[in-house]
C-alpha cells in the first residue's frame, strides 16, 4: 500500500523534528530540569543555576526580550508609548534622563552639564564631547539645534502623533514655549522659554526628545510627512548604545552593540532582540517554552510562576501608575451621580485590596491620591484630601439617604475597554466584573458596557459618555500638573468632558497652581486642587499597580525604573 | 427493534412514508446519528434546565474564593472571580445553543431566499445574487464575522447575526444547486406540461425535493456556529456584560493559567468540543439517510 | 479551455470592484476611528482632530473612496494610517509567514488524510473504518484555538520538545529575511540547522491548523473512493486481473482526486481564517493576525487593501482548483 509508505515517512519526518529539537535548540533556553523531554539524551549546556546574581559583567551573547508591541513609528518624536520607547531608547538618547530607579532625579546624558532652575527662562546645556551618531556623524550643537528646529516647525501631519513636544512645549511653532535655541558655540546650546516651565528639563529627559543625526533626518527627509523614511526604515541615527540591524514589523527588532559607544562602558550584550509578543500568557509562555529570556509585563496572576520558580527570577518595577475609576455626573441625563452622595457610596463600595490581591498579584498598593508613592510629590500633594475606606454598609446607607433602595436602585452605566492591557489595569474586563459585583453589593444596579481601547473608549470617555468608566496613568514626568492637571484643566472655561467636575473654585486652584514654581508652595497650591476633586468624588482613584520584568536565571544587570524607560546598557548573560 | 415495523418494501411505501419517513429509519439504524442527536439532547436539557441543574449562581463572583481547584464542592474549581466554572458550564450552553440555533435560522432563511430567487429566476436575477454570493465567499469567514461584530457591537443576537451572515451565501448556492438539478427532473417537467407553474411550481413541487440537502447544511452549520461563537468570544468579542458565562470566552480568559490551572481551559474547551461534535454526528447522519446515492 | 479561464478572470473583475465597495463601506460602518489609537490615554481632542485632518478622514466619503480607487488603479495600495509604512510592504512581509504555514498545515492535512481516506475505505464497515471515522469527526470537531492551546502546553510547555511561538530560534540564528519564507530563507543563509529549526516552529501550529483539513480531506476520499470502488470500470480492471497497486494508482485515486480538490480550494478560505486563530496563539506574525489587529485598531488603509489581497488570492486559488478539475475530468473538460 503506496499510501500508507507516505504517511509513515510523514509521520516519522514529525517524530524526528520533534526530537532533533533538542541538539539544535539554543545554549540560552532555560534548563528544563523538571521535565525532561521525551525525547531524552541531550547534553545541552550547564544550566544557569550555577551563576546566581553574582560576579563580573560578561560580554557576549544575544537576548531575546518579549515586549508587548514593536514600535508605533521608529522616529522617536512621533512616539508616545512605552513600547516605541523600549526599543527606541536603547538606540537613541536624550540630552538628560532619569536617573535609573528614580523618577526625580536628572542626569546628562547628551549633555555633560548644563544651568537652569525650575524658575529660569533660560537653560544652557554643556555637549559631551566626542560623541559621533551610528553613521558616522559628529554629535554637536548644531545638530541640537537641528532637532529642536524640526521638532517646532513640525508639519501638522507629524503634529498629531507628536504628542510629547506638543504637551511639553505647549503646541508647535513659533508660539509655542521655545523662544529660542542657539548654538552658542560648538558644544553649547542656549535654550530660552517664553516662561518659566517646571516641568521644561523632565519633558526633555523624554525618548522622543532624542538627538537625531542631521544627516539621517537629511537623508529621510524626516521633515516631509509625505515623503520620510525616517519612521519606516532602518537607519543609524542615533547615539545610543545599541545599532538598529533590522526591524521587522510584528516580527521582531534586531539591535547590535555600538561599539563606539560614548559611555563608561559598551553594551555587554552582542545582540539584543525584541519580540513582540501581545498576549501577556504567550509571553510567559515564550519564556517557559524557551523562545525569550526575558519578558515584560507580566501578568499579575503568573507572578508566582516565575517567582521562586527553578530557573527564573521576577523584577519588580514600582508603580509609577494610578488606576481610576471615572465619575461622571452628567453623562446621562438626571444621573443618580449628580448627587455626592452616591459618588461617596461608589468610593466607599470599592474594596481595593481585594482587587490587588485577585489582579496585581498582591504587586500594587490602594491609591488614596492619584499620585503614586514614587513621586517625590506624594506627600505634599496628598495633605488632606478625603480618603474612602472600604465599607458597604457606609455606601448602601448614603445610598438610602439619597433616596434609593432595592425597589428603586440607583442605576449606573459603567464601561470598560477591551483589546488593551495597562501597567495599572492588567484585566481591564476582570477587574470590571468585580467591580461590577462590588457596586451591586451595595446596592447600585449596574449596567456594563465594553469599548475597544484606542478607537472607540478613550474618546467616549473623554467626551463624557460613561458614568463610571476604568482609566488610568503612568506619569511622564514627576510632577503634579502632569496628573491633575491633564485631566482636570479646564479648556475655554469650561471643564474637562471626561469627568464632568465642574467644581467651584477647581478652575481657579488649577491655575494657581500651575504658576506656582516655589517647590514647597508648588505642593501646597496642587493639594488644593487635589483636596477639590477628591471631596467631590471627581473621579475614585483605585490602585497604584507594580509591574514586573521576567527573566531567565542568565539574565543579570537588569535595573526596572519605575518610569518604565529601562536600557539594556548593563544587561549581560551568564553561563554561557 | 422498530425496524421491523417500517421493513415493508421501499417501493410500495413510498407515496405514505416518502423521503422523510425513510430519512428517519434510516437515520434510526445509523449510530452516529443516535450519538450525535444523544448529545445535542444532552445539552438541550442542560440549557432548559440549567436553574436547577447548577449548584451556584454562575455570574456571582467573590474574590475571596478564587482559583479554587476542582473539589466536591467545586466540580471543575473556580475561577479569578471566585465564580464555579461548572456552573458557568451549564449555563453556558443557553448562550451557545441560543446563538447558533439563531444564526442557523437567520442563515437559512435569507440564504434560502436568495438562493430560490437565483434558482428560480435564472437570467440576471441570478447573475446578480450569485456575484454577491461569490464577493461574500471570498472574505475568509472569520474574518467576516469579527467585521459584522466589530460593526454591530458585542452581544448575543450581534454575533448570532455576523454568524448568519457569514452562512448566507453558503445556504444561497446549495438552494439554487439543488433546484437547477430538479429543473430537469421528470416530474418537475410533466408538472409544467400540465400548466402548473411560477410560484406554486416553485414552492409545492421543487422546494419540498430541494430542501433535503439544505437541512443537513443548517446541521452541520449549527456546529460550524457553536464554533465561530466560540471563537469570537476567544477573541474577546463575546458578550459585553463579562459575567455573562460564554465558553470561549470563558478558554481565553483563563487560558494564560494554563500552567496551573489546565482545567479552567480544559473543560469549558471540552464542552465546545462535545457541543459541535453533536451537531457533525448529526448532520453526517443525516446525510447518509437523505443522500439518494447512498439509498440505493 | 483558455476561453474557460478567460471568462472567469473576466468574472473577477465585477467581484473585486464590489469587493472594495463592500470594504470601504464597512470600514466606515465600523465605530471609532483609528485617529486614537496610537495615543490612548494621552490623545487630546486637539491631536485627534490633527490626525483625523492628515489622514484624510475629515473629507466627504465618496472624495475618501475615489482617492482610494484612484491610487489603486496606480498600484498604489497605501499607507497605514498607524505605522505609515507601506501596505504591500507590510502584505510582503507577512503573507509569506501565513503561506508558510498553510502550506505545511496542508501538506499535513493531505499526507496524512489521503492514505487515511484510501485505507479507511478499503475497510469499509470494519472497526477500522469505525474507528477512522469517530476520529475523523472529533478532528473536525475541535476548535482550532483549544486544540493548539493544548498542543502548544502538552509539548511546548509540559513536555517541552517544540517551540512554543514564533518562526526560528533568534537567539541561535540570524536569518537575513529575503523572500520571508523562513525555510528558505535559512537554505538561503547557508544554515541548514536554521531550516531544522524553522522546520521545528512549524510543527505545532501546522498541527493545528491543518487537522480540520485533514479530517475533511480524509472523509471526502474515504467516500469518493467507495463511490469508485463500486463503479463497474474499476469492477473491469480487477476483473482484467490487474493487480491492486495499478488499480489503486491508476483508477481509483486519479478519480478520487477530483472531490479532494475542490475540498482543498474550500479550505484554503478556512485556513485563512484559521490563521488569524493560528497566528494569535503561536504569535506567528503572518497576515491573519495583521488584518484582525486592522479592524480592532480601524487602520482602514490595511483593512481595504489587505484584505482586497486576501480576496484575490481566495478566488485565484478558487480559479486554479477550478482549472485542475476540469483537468482533471475529461467529462467537463469536453462540455
Known amino acids: ?576 | 427493534m422498530t425496524g421491523a415495523a417500517v421493513s415493508r418494501p421501499v417501493e410500495q411505501q413510498e407515496r405514505s412514508v416518502g423521503l422523510w419517513g425513510d430519512a428517519l429509519r434510516r437515520m434510526r439504524g445509523s449510530p452516529a446519528a443516535i450519538i450525535g442527536a444523544a448529545i445535542i439532547i444532552f445539552f438541550v436539557l442542560m440549557a432548559i434546565f440549567a436553574p436547577f441543574i447548577a449548584p451556584y449562581d454562575p455570574t456571582r463572583g467573590d474574590l475571596g474564593s478564587s482559583y479554587l481547584p476542582p473539589s466536591g464542592e467545586h466540580f471543575f474549581g473556580t475561577n479569578v472571580q471566585g465564580q464555579d466554572v461548572f456552573s458557568r458550564i451549564i449555563f453556558g450552553s443557553r448562550l451557545t445553543l441560543g446563538i447558533a440555533v439563531m444564526s442557523v435560522t437567520i442563515g437559512v432563511a435569507f440564504g434560502s431566499l436568495l438562493g430560490a430567487l437565483a434558482g428560480y429566476f435564472r437570467g440576471w436575477i441570478d447573475a446578480t445574487i450569485m456575484r454577491g454570493v461569490d464577493i461574500m465567499l471570498s472574505i475568509p469567514g472569520l474574518l467576516l464575522a469579527i467585521a459584522v461584530v466589530s460593526w454591530l457591537g458585542r452581544g448575543a443576537v450581534q454575533i448570532a447575526i455576523a454568524i448568519a451572515i457569514v452562512n448566507v451565501p453558503i445556504f444561497a448556492r446549495i438552494l439554487r444547486a439543488s433546484l437547477l438539478a430538479l429543473r430537469d427532473a421528470d416530474y418537475v417537467i410533466a408538472a409544467k406540461s400540465v400548466g402548473v407553474g411560477g410560484p406554486a411550481l416553485l414552492l409545492r413541487h421543487m422546494l419540498p425535493n430541494a430542501i433535503g440537502p439544505l437541512i443537513v447544511q443548517a446541521t452541520l452549520a449549527l456546529a460550524t456556529a457553536v464554533v465561530d461563537a466560540a471563537a469570537l468570544g476567544f477573541l474577546g468579542l463575546g458578550p459585553p456584560d463579562p459575567r455573562t458565562p460564554e465558553w470561549g470566552a470563558m478558554l481565553s480568559d483563563t487560558y494564560r493559567y494554563l500552567t496551573d490551572a489546565v482545567h479552567l481551559a480544559f473543560f469549558p474547551g471540552i464542552a465546545i468540543v462535545l457541543a459541535v461534535l453533536g451537531f457533525n454526528l448529526l448532520g453526517d447522519g443525516m446525510r447518509e439517510a437523505l443522500d439518494p446515492k447512498l439509498r440505493r | 479551455m483558455t476561453k474557460f479561464i478567460i471568462r472567469r478572470l473576466l468574472l473577477l473583475i465585477p467581484i473585486l470592484l464590489g469587493l472594495t465597495l463592500l470594504i470601504f463601506v464597512f470600514t466606515r460602518l465600523l465605530p471609532g476611528d483609528p485617529a486614537t489609537t496610537i495615543l490612548g490615554e494621552r490623545a487630546t481632542a486637539e491631536n485627534m482632530a490633527l490626525v483625523r485632518e492628515s489622514l484624510g478622514l475629515d473629507r466627504p466619503l465618496h472624495e475618501q473612496y475615489f482617492q482610494y480607487m484612484g491610487g489603486l488603479l496606480q498600484g498604489d495600495l497605501g499607507r497605514s494610517f498607524i505605522t505609515n509604512r507601506d501596505v504591500v510592504d507590510d502584505f510582503l512581509q507577512r503573507f509569506p509567514a501565513t503561506i508558510e504555514l498553510s502550506l505545511a498545515a496542508i501538506i499535513f492535512a493531505i499526507a496524512a488524510g489521503i492514505p487515511l481516506g484510501v485505507y479507511t475505505a478499503k475497510r469499509r464497515g470494519t472497526w477500522v473504518d469505525a474507528g477512522g471515522t469517530i476520529l475523523s469527526l472529533i478532528g473536525i470537531s475541535i476548535p482550532i484555538f483549544f486544540l493548539g492551546l493544548m498542543l502548544k502546553w502538552i509539548f511546548a510547555i509540559q513536555f517541552p520538545i517544540l517551540p512554543d511561538s514564533g518562526r526560528i530560534d533568534l537567539v541561535d540564528y540570524f536569518i537575513p529575511r529575503v523572500t520571508n519564507f523562513m525555510t528558505v530563507d535559512a537554505l538561503l543563509a547557508g544554515e541548514p540547522g536554521g531550516f531544522i529549526d524553522a522546520l521545528r516552529h512549524l510543527v505545532l501550529p501546522a498541527l493545528a491548523l491543518g487537522t480540520i483539513p485533514l479530517a475533511v480531506i480524509m472523509r471526502i476520499t474515504r467516500a469518493s473512493v467507495i463511490d469508485v470502488l463500486n463503479e463497474d470500470y474499476v469492477r473491469t480492471a480487477h476483473a482484467k486481473g490487474l493487480r491492486d497497486r495499478t488499480v489503486d494508482g491508476r483508477h481509483i485515486l486519479r478519480n478520487a482526486l477530483l472531490p479532494v480538490v475542490t475540498v482543498i480550494g474550500l479550505q484554503t478560505g478556512l485556513l485563512l481564517g484559521g490563521a488569524i486563530l493560528t497566528e494569535t496563539i503561536f504569535t506567528w506574525g503572518g497576515v491573519g493576525r495583521w488584518i484582525y489587529d486592522a479592524v480592532t485598531a480601524r487602520d482602514y488603509q490595511i483593512i481595504q487593501s489587505g484584505v482586497l489581497m486576501l480576496a484575490l488570492i481566495f478566488v485565484l486559488v478558487n480559479l486554479i482548483v477550478d482549472i485542475s478539475y476540469a483537468f482533471l475530468n475529461p467529462r467537463i473538460r469536453h462540455s
Not at chain 1, 530 to 559: K, S
Request: a negative charge; aromatic letters at 10%.
Open chain 1, 1 to 576: 500500500m503506496p499510501n500508507w509508505r507516505w504517511f509513515s515517512v510523514f509521520t516519522v519526518l514529525i517524530l524526528v523534528l520533534a526530537a532533533c529539537g533538542d541538539a539544535g535548540t539554543s545554549a540560552s533556553a532555560p534548563d528544563e530540569s523538571d521535565d525532561p523531554p521525551a525525547s531524552g539524551s541531550d547534553a545541552s549546556e550547564p544550566p544557569a543555576s550555577d551563576g546566581g546574581t553574582s560576579g563580573e559583567p560578561q560580554t557576549g551573547g544575544t537576548l531575546v526580550f518579549g515586549g508587548a508591541a514593536l514600535a508605533a513609528s521608529l522616529d522617536p518624536a512621533l512616539t508616545s508609548d512605552g513600547e516605541s520607547f523600549r526599543i527606541l531608547q536603547q538606540i537613541y538618547e536624550p540630552l538628560v534622563d532619569l536617573v535609573p530607579g528614580t523618577v526625580d532625579e536628572l542626569e546628562g546624558v547628551l549633555a555633560e552639564s548644563w544651568t537652569g532652575e525650575p524658575e529660569d527662562t533660560e537653560y544652557v546645556f554643556t555637549l559631551k564631547e566626542g560623541v559621533t551618531f551610528h553613521d558616522g556623524t559628529p554629535f554637536n550643537a548644531e545638530a541640537v539645534k537641528t532637532n529642536f528646529d524640526r521638532w517646532q516647525t513640525f508639519a501638522e501631519e507629524f503634529q498629531g502623533n507628536a504628542y510629547y513636544y506638543g504637551a511639553v512645549m505647549d503646541g508647535f511653532g513659533p508660539d509655542n514655549l521655545i523662544e529660542s535655541v542657539e548654538a552658542t558655540d560648538e558644544m553649547t546650546v542656549t535654550i530660552t522659554l517664553r516662561e518659566a516651565s517646571p516641568t521644561f528639563l523632565f519633558g526633555i529627559a523624554l525618548t522622543p526628545f532624542s538627538i537625531v543625526s542631521p544627516a539621517v533626518l537629511e537623508a529621510t527627509s524626516a521633515d516631509d510627512p509625505a515623503t520620510s523614511t525616517l519612521g519606516t526604515d532602518t537607519v543609524q541615527g542615533g547615539t545610543g548604545p545599541f545599532v538598529m540591524e533590522e526591524y521587522i514589523p510584528d516580527d521582531s527588532a534586531t539591535l547590535v552593540r555600538n561599539d563606539d559607544y560614548h559611555g563608561e562602558h559598551t553594551a555587554y550584550l552582542d545582540r539584543l532582540i525584541i519580540r513582540p509578543i501581545a498576549d501577556p500568557a504567550a509571553r510567559l509562555q515564550a519564556l517557559q517554552g524557551g523562545s525569550v529570556q526575558g519578558f515584560d509585563l507580566i501578568a499579575p496572576g503568573d507572578r508566582d510562576a516565575v517567582d521562586g520558580a527553578e530557573g527564573f527570577q521576577l523584577v519588580n518595577r514600582e508603580s509609577y501608575n494610578t488606576l481610576y475609576l471615572g465619575v461622571n455626573p452628567t453623562a446621562t441625563d438626571d444621573s443618580s451621580l449628580a448627587d455626592l452622595a452616591v459618588r461617596q457610596a461608589v468610593a466607599h463600595a470599592i474594596d481595593r485590596e481585594a482587587l490587588i490581591e485577585a489582579f496585581y498579584g498582591g504587586g500594587g498598593s490602594p491609591a488614596d491620591i492619584f499620585l503614586p508613592p514614587t513621586s517625590g510629590w506624594f506627600d505634599s500633594v496628598g495633605e488632606g484630601a478625603e480618603v474612602y475606606e472600604y465599607d458597604p454598609e457606609a455606601a448602601t446607607a448614603l445610598l438610602e439617604g439619597a433616596g434609593f433602595d432595592a425597589d428603586n436602585p440607583a442605576t449606573v452605566n459603567f464601561w470598560y475597554p477591551t483589546e488593551v492591557t495597562r501597567p495599572y489595569m492588567p484585566d481591564p474586563q476582570g477587574l470590571h466584573q468585580a467591580v461590577t459585583t462590588m457596586l451591586e453589593d451595595a446596592g447600585f444596579e449596574v449596567e456594563p458596557g465594553s469599548a475597544i481601547w484606542g478607537t472607540e473608549y478613550i474618546p467616549a470617555a473623554q467626551n463624557g459618555e460613561y458614568d463610571l468608566h476604568f482609566l488610568g496613568w503612568t506619569g511622564d514626568f514627576d510632577d503634579p500638573s502632569n496628573w491633575y492637571g491633564v485631566h482636570f484643566g479646564y479648556a475655554q472655561g469650561e471643564p474637562a468632558a471626561q469627568f464632568g467636575c465642574d467644581v467651584d473654585g477647581l478652575e481657579a486652584a488649577i491655575d494657581e497652581a500651575e504658576s506656582t514654581l516655589e517647590e514647597g508652595a508648588r505642593g501646597t497650591a496642587w493639594s488644593e486642587v487635589a483636596q477639590l476633586v477628591h471631596n467631590e468624588v471627581c473621579f475614585v482613584t483605585l490602585v497604584h499597580g507594580d509591574t514586573a520584568i521576567a527573566l531567565t536565571d542568565q539574565v543579570q544587570g537588569y535595573v526596572a525604573n519605575p518610569t518604565g524607560s529601562e536600557s539594556f546598557l548593563d544587561v549581560w548573560l551568564s553561563g554561557e
